[in-house]
């Protein structure tokens, strides 16, 4: 599927997305930025940019091999901390002044274990991120992020005052505001942008400083709304799963006809579809309660797989979806257990689903294409 | 009674009319170890007529996991079963009549063949409805991520959607902190207990049975050291998995106390006698993993055709403390402590690596063990990313490690002979036995 954007904004984005230092990220370390690394949507990246810092986060974008990060993880783990370690043991993350870790998984959580062994990253943290999200829990995480915010200050001598937080909570809305204007053109019959400009949009987003980002996100919204909509796909698709930051692998969905036209991706709309309630006066509660209670969930919060459904359901019916692909990393247990149960409750729904296991790189080009024009045949031509 | 629940009870009077005859052997002759044998298997027997009591009866009952304090549930009188048992009771007793079937049809039910089939299993007993509906459950959501990911599908069954639940939720660090938050889900744990069960809480009592379970734990400690004689005074699989079962199938009863002082009895006089039920010892392991359920046909080939005893296991080795009972206070955040730091699988693979290099670095030198076996369970996710930090600190140690990658529940991953293969040339190589 071609593009209908001119738009020097989405090439920003797009060569954001591509690469890991991109020119915004090498301008900002030129100009003596720091730059805070971090692996989980459930980063208060607020926290980073109060600090003055670039939230990143880490990827294994154009990454060929595990050879080095293969003496640290098994066979039976999941290709994403495979590669994005074996970056980090090349030195492609030398650029990092720190990075904040989550117990986001099994195999996420190891990097930590290893990161603090075998890289010299001067400031390296864990938090517990809690995997329900009831009160108690909101309070705990509100002071995990109080201690970041003690251990931030004191090591990189820099004050994280509440204004600033207040105003970094103000400056992330903004982009997620943005970001969901770009969504709410796809819900149209004719979406002016494809799934795999949106990505490369989302991803861009957590690899460039927000001020920013939020600017070229301007300047793309003027540019889409001149660009003509897309009518030439076979049936429109939803995307749902965790980790998944390479607008490539949309793009072979698309070049078979199924236009992207929402997700629930951890990368993508699960990152921006609710905004931090800048009217809580204490910021770490409102970035607590927000990224352990009131964002999108993942399936690592066991408790909330009714409320991941009716987010996928709804979104279904307000983008209009003939289908859902499900995608799910390699032993990927989180993701695993809940496309078990996606399984069940889309077959009573009626909802057509294809689920597929990949590895982190785009590899099996030639399988994900057939399979896409089989899941298309049996949507039927609905919009040619 | 109806069908479904005459079926959720199905497994239960199979392994016990299983276990029956069993019983009456060991009680005929019990020999030296039959009494302690007889007790466990006891133990699951009388477990398993409590639940089918409260099922025919309508009274009340929880599921529950290893890792939410028995103690509690002691103290609040009210009975529970812990559901991943079956497949734990398998391997103690040497695999059950539907190991294979079970496996077949679960793979029939389309979670991804990478994810634990630990947890696999037991949501084929659940959707086969092979397992008793509670009145609650308190649900297990640590140490990995397969519990995280099968307890979101586990509540999605329709005949558990209404089970009320609750989902103690376990930090990630190990600090005070962390010790008193987790108090603080042990006590609302208490109010949704008394919630749906009607059963109240008693502190007195509490008091009493953390009393008696700290005897237990004292003379597990006391037990542990006698393990590290060389030789080492028992095998491996009745008084290793009898403190798994003993902790999770009941706590702070006299008689369970009274177990493991029969069973350091025995060890002492078996050292002092120079008298090991394994003879001629020649090499001493540390298992680092959960035992399989076909471990019944591992260890007694380790033991009569390599002369390897497994001095001490995974499982087995927590530093257990002994909580403060001083006041309430202490002695919940003791419970919290003893549930994140002492709990099988959830010292070792919940939080950071340290627990796993200071487990090998301690038991390698206080057990006098010659290697280090990792099994490699496939679901232990966390355990693979652990292993090269597992290598590193056997390679400091000088003590030579092995690898070999396995599914506990599944020979089919990594057959027994397989296994065996791999120790073998391991063993071989290494020049031990
Ligand atoms: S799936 Fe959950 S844990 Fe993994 S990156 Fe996304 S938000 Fe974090
Ligand atoms: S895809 Fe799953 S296993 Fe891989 S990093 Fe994300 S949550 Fe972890």
Redesign the interface.
């Known amino acids: 599927m071609q593009t209908n954007v001119r738009s020097t904004a989405l090439q920003a984005f797009s060569e954001a997305a591509q690469t890991i230092v991109s020119p915004e990220v090498q301008k900002w370390k030129n100009q003596g930025g720091k730059i805070m690394g971090y692996f989980c949507a459930a980063m208060p990246v607020e926290m980073i940019t109060a600090a003055g810092f670039l939230p990143f986060r880490v990827r294994a974008t154009g990454s060929t091999g595990t050879e080095l990060s293969d ?8 290709s994403f ?1 495979r590669h994005a370690f074996n970056m980090a043991l090349r030195g492609e993350y030398d650029f990092l002044d720190g990075v904040v870790i989550f ?1 986001s ?3 996420i ?2 990097i ?3 990161w603090i ?1 075998q890289m010299k990253t001067p400031f390296v943290k ?7 999200d ?1 009160p ?2 909101v309070e ?1 995480f509100r ?1 995990e992020l109080a201690i970041l915010r003690e251990h931030m200050q004191e090591h990189f001598r820099v004050e994280i005052t509440y204004d600033k937080l207040r105003e970094a909570i103000a400056l992330h809305n903004a982009s997620r505001h943005r970001q969901r204007d770009l969504y709410e053109l796809r819900k149209t019959d004719r979406p002016p942008i494809t799934g795999t400009e949106m990505l490369a949009v989302t991803v861009a987003g957590t690899a460039m400083p927000p001020i920013r980002y939020n600017q070229l996100l301007g300047e793309l919204l003027e540019d889409v709304g001149k660009a003509s909509g897309h009518s030439d796909y076979r049936a429109r698709l939803m995307i749902v799963g965790g980790e998944l930051d390479n607008p490539e692998f949309i793009r072979v969905i698309e070049g078979q006809g199924g236009l992207v036209v929402t997700d629930a991706l951890c990368f993508g709309s699960r990152l921006i579809w609710r905004d931090v309630d800048q009217s809580v006066s204490d910021p770490l509660t409102a970035l607590a309660q927000y990224y352990v209670a009131d964002r999108p969930s993942c ?2 919060m ?5 409320q991941r459904v009716e987010y996928i359901k709804k979104m279904i019916r307000d983008f209009n979806v003939d289908g859902v692909v499900y995608v ?1 990393l ?12 996606l ?3 889309f077959k009573q729904s009626n909802i057509p689903l294809l689920c597929m ?1 990949r590895e982190y790189t785009l590899t099996g080009v030639g399988q994900l294409r057939t399979r896409i024009q089989a899941f298309l045949e049996t949507l039927g031509d609905k919009h040619g | 009674m109806d069908e479904k629940k005459e079926r959720s009870l199905s497994r239960m009077r199979e392994e016990m009319a299983m276990f029956q005859p069993l019983l009456e052997i060991l009680k005929a002759d019990p020999g030296e170890m039959g009494n302690l044998q007889a007790f466990l298997v006891e133990n699951i027997i009388s477990n398993h007529k409590v639940i089918i009591d409260c099922v025919e009866q309508g009274k009340p009952f929880l599921a529950s996991q290893f890792t939410n304090p028995v103690e509690i549930l002691t103290a609040m009188d009210v009975p529970w079963y812990f559901h991943v048992q079956q497949q734990f009771a398998a391997g103690g007793t040497g695999g059950s009549p539907h190991t294979l079937e079970d496996l077949e049809n679960m793979d029939r039910l389309g979670v991804p063949a990478d994810c634990c089939t630990l947890l696999r299993l037991l949501l084929y007993y659940q959707v086969a409805g092979l397992l008793p509906i509670p009145t609650a459950y308190l649900a297990l959501t640590e140490p990995c991520d397969s519990v995280a990911g099968l307890h979101a599908a586990f509540m999605n069954h329709p005949d558990w959607r209404d089970v009320p639940v609750f989902e103690p939720e376990v930090p990630y660090h190990d600090d005070a902190r962390s010790y008193d938050y987790y108090a603080g889900e042990l006590k609302r744990m208490i109010d949704f207990i008394a919630k749906h069960t009607g059963k109240t809480m008693n502190m007195n009592r509490l008091k009493e049975v953390v009393t008696e379970t700290n005897k237990g734990y004292a003379l597990w400690i006391e037990y542990s050291d006698l393990r590290r004689a060389v030789p080492t005074p028992h095998s491996y699989v009745m008084p290793l998995s009898g403190f798994y079962t003993l902790n999770t199938a009941g706590a702070g009863e006299p008689e369970k106390t009274q177990w493991y002082r029969d069973l350091v009895a025995n060890a002492e006089a078996r050292v002092r006698e120079n008298r090991p039920e394994v003879p001629n010892q020649k090499i001493r392991l540390l298992w680092y993993d959960i035992q399989p359920m076909f471990f019944s046909e591992l260890v007694p080939w380790l033991e009569q055709e390599w002369g390897a005893v497994i001095a001490m296991d995974m499982v087995s080795y927590c530093p257990h403390e002994l909580v403060d009972t001083s006041t309430e206070d202490a002695m919940f955040r003791g419970l919290a402590k003893r549930a994140l730091q002492h709990g099988p699988m959830i010292h070792q693979a919940r939080g950071l690596v340290d627990n796993v290099i200071s487990d090998i670095r301690r038991i390698v030198t206080d057990y006098k063990i010659d290697c280090v076996i990792f099994p490699g369970h496939m679901g232990h996710k966390d355990m693979a990313a652990t292993a090269s930090i597992a290598r590193e600190t056997c390679r400091e140690l000088g003590v030579p490690y092995l690898y070999i990658g396995m599914d506990i529940c599944d020979k089919r991953y990594t057959s027994v002979d397989q296994i065996k293969d791999k120790i073998s040339k391991f063993f071989t190589a290494m020049r031990l036995g």
């Open positions: 003496a640290y993880f098994g066979n039976i783990n999941c901390p117990n998984c099994d195999h959580r190891r930590y274990d290893h062994r864990i938090l517990s991120l809690p995997r329900k009831g108690a829990q705990w002071d399936a690592r066991y408790t909330r797989y009714e799910r390699t032993f990927c247990e989180l993701w695993g257990f809940e496309q078990y149960s399984v069940n409750d296991d």
